[in-house]
Protein backbone atom coordinates (compact mmCIF):
# COMPACT_ATOMS: atom_id res chain seq x y z
CA UNK A 1 0.00 0.00 0.00
CA UNK A 2 1.34 3.60 -1.13
CA UNK A 3 2.70 5.18 2.36
CA UNK A 4 0.09 8.45 1.26
CA UNK A 5 -3.06 5.77 1.03
CA UNK A 6 -1.95 4.11 3.76
CA UNK A 7 -1.23 7.35 6.46
CA UNK A 8 -4.93 8.43 5.36
CA UNK A 9 -6.59 5.37 5.99
CA UNK A 10 -5.08 5.00 9.24
CA UNK A 11 -6.36 8.32 10.51
CA UNK A 12 -9.61 9.03 12.26
CA UNK A 13 -9.17 12.76 11.30
CA UNK A 14 -7.28 13.23 8.00
CA UNK A 15 -7.41 16.91 7.79
CA UNK A 16 -4.89 16.42 11.08
CA UNK A 17 -2.49 14.95 9.05
CA UNK A 18 -3.14 16.36 5.47
CA UNK A 19 -4.79 19.79 6.65
CA UNK A 20 -6.60 20.78 3.23
CA UNK A 21 -8.87 18.21 0.94
CA UNK A 22 -6.97 20.06 -1.64
CA UNK A 23 -4.02 18.65 -0.20
CA UNK A 24 -5.72 14.99 -0.16
CA UNK A 25 -6.74 15.12 -3.46
CA UNK A 26 -3.19 16.62 -4.95
CA UNK A 27 -1.84 13.61 -2.91
CA UNK A 28 -3.87 10.74 -4.20
CA UNK A 29 -3.55 12.40 -7.82
CA UNK A 30 0.06 11.59 -7.60
CA UNK A 31 -0.15 7.85 -6.89
CA UNK A 32 -0.62 5.53 -9.75
CA UNK A 33 -2.49 2.36 -7.39
CA UNK A 34 -5.98 2.99 -7.41
CA UNK A 35 -6.36 0.29 -5.11
CA UNK A 36 -4.47 -1.69 -1.75
CA UNK A 37 -3.71 -5.04 -2.22
CA UNK A 38 -6.18 -6.29 -0.38
CA UNK A 39 -9.15 -4.42 -2.25
CA UNK A 40 -8.06 -4.85 -5.76
CA UNK A 41 -9.86 -7.31 -6.81
CA UNK A 42 -13.53 -5.30 -5.79
CA UNK A 43 -11.80 -2.64 -7.39
CA UNK A 44 -11.66 -4.85 -10.59
CA UNK A 45 -15.38 -5.66 -10.16
CA UNK A 46 -17.09 -2.10 -9.80
CA UNK A 47 -19.11 -0.92 -12.50
CA UNK A 48 -17.98 2.09 -15.13
CA UNK A 49 -20.28 4.14 -13.08
CA UNK A 50 -19.95 4.02 -9.53
CA UNK A 51 -22.87 5.27 -7.20
CA UNK A 52 -21.51 6.82 -3.72
CA UNK A 53 -22.68 7.42 -0.84
CA UNK A 54 -21.19 10.20 2.20
CA UNK A 55 -22.46 10.26 5.70
CA UNK A 56 -22.37 13.92 7.37
CA UNK A 57 -23.25 15.79 10.38
CA UNK A 58 -23.02 19.00 11.12
CA UNK A 59 -24.46 21.47 14.05
CA UNK A 60 -23.93 24.22 10.91
CA UNK A 61 -25.71 24.86 8.13
CA UNK A 62 -25.06 22.43 5.30
CA UNK A 63 -22.14 22.64 2.79
CA UNK A 64 -22.05 20.92 0.10
CA UNK A 65 -18.54 20.03 -0.47
CA UNK A 66 -18.04 17.84 2.72
CA UNK A 67 -14.83 16.09 2.00
CA UNK A 68 -13.57 13.24 -0.39
CA UNK A 69 -14.07 10.14 1.23
CA UNK A 70 -16.78 8.28 0.65
CA UNK A 71 -18.36 4.89 0.55
CA UNK A 72 -20.00 2.06 -2.46
CA UNK A 73 -22.11 1.15 0.78
CA UNK A 74 -25.53 3.46 1.71
CA UNK A 75 -25.18 1.40 5.37
CA UNK A 76 -21.63 2.64 6.00
CA UNK A 77 -23.18 6.12 4.96
CA UNK A 78 -25.60 6.17 7.35
CA UNK A 79 -23.33 4.74 10.08
CA UNK A 80 -21.20 7.54 10.07
CA UNK A 81 -24.20 10.60 9.54
CA UNK A 82 -25.54 8.78 12.39
CA UNK A 83 -22.82 8.32 15.10
CA UNK A 84 -22.86 11.43 16.12
CA UNK A 85 -26.33 12.40 16.04
CA UNK A 86 -26.68 12.09 20.24
CA UNK A 87 -25.00 15.95 20.19
CA UNK A 88 -27.52 17.18 18.22
CA UNK A 89 -27.34 18.72 14.60
CA UNK A 90 -28.27 17.45 11.13
CA UNK A 91 -27.14 14.16 9.88
CA UNK A 92 -27.43 13.71 5.90
CA UNK A 93 -26.55 10.73 3.52
CA UNK A 94 -25.18 11.88 0.29
CA UNK A 95 -25.81 10.42 -3.27
CA UNK A 96 -23.60 11.00 -6.65
CA UNK A 97 -22.39 9.15 -9.49
CA UNK A 98 -18.53 8.64 -10.30
CA UNK A 99 -16.86 7.11 -13.54
CA UNK A 100 -15.00 4.61 -12.04
CA UNK A 101 -11.99 5.97 -13.88
CA UNK A 102 -12.08 9.05 -11.89
CA UNK A 103 -11.80 7.30 -8.77
CA UNK A 104 -8.58 8.49 -6.91
CA UNK A 105 -8.56 5.60 -4.70
CA UNK A 106 -10.18 2.30 -3.46
CA UNK A 107 -9.94 0.54 -0.14
CA UNK A 108 -12.28 -1.95 1.92
CA UNK A 109 -9.20 -1.93 4.99
CA UNK A 110 -11.68 -1.39 7.21
CA UNK A 111 -14.45 -2.35 5.57
CA UNK A 112 -15.98 0.81 4.58
CA UNK A 113 -16.02 0.26 1.14
CA UNK A 114 -14.18 3.66 0.91
CA UNK A 115 -13.94 5.64 -2.41
CA UNK A 116 -11.29 8.80 -2.14
CA UNK A 117 -12.35 11.21 -5.46
CA UNK A 118 -12.81 14.67 -5.80
CA UNK A 119 -16.21 15.73 -5.64
CA UNK A 120 -15.51 18.14 -9.03
CA UNK A 121 -15.49 14.75 -11.01
CA UNK A 122 -18.97 13.62 -9.31
CA UNK A 123 -22.27 14.16 -10.09
CA UNK A 124 -24.28 14.85 -6.95
CA UNK A 125 -27.68 12.81 -7.39
CA UNK A 126 -29.40 13.33 -4.19
CA UNK A 127 -28.97 14.19 -0.23
CA UNK A 128 -31.14 11.78 2.48
CA UNK A 129 -32.32 12.36 5.74
CA UNK A 130 -35.14 9.86 6.05
CA UNK A 131 -32.90 6.91 7.15
CA UNK A 132 -33.16 3.39 5.56
CA UNK A 133 -33.92 5.03 1.94
CA UNK A 134 -32.04 3.73 -0.85
Known sequence: MHKIAQGYIEEENPLL???TWDNVIKLFSSID??????????YNKLPEDVMVYRGVW???R????T??????DYKVAEMFALRFQPLGGESYVLKGEIRKKDILYFTNMRQESEVILNPDDMIWLDTYKEWGED
Open 62 to 65: FKPF
Open 67 to 72: GVSWTI
Open 58 to 60: TKD
Open 33 to 42: ERADEESLEE
Open 17 to 19: IFQ
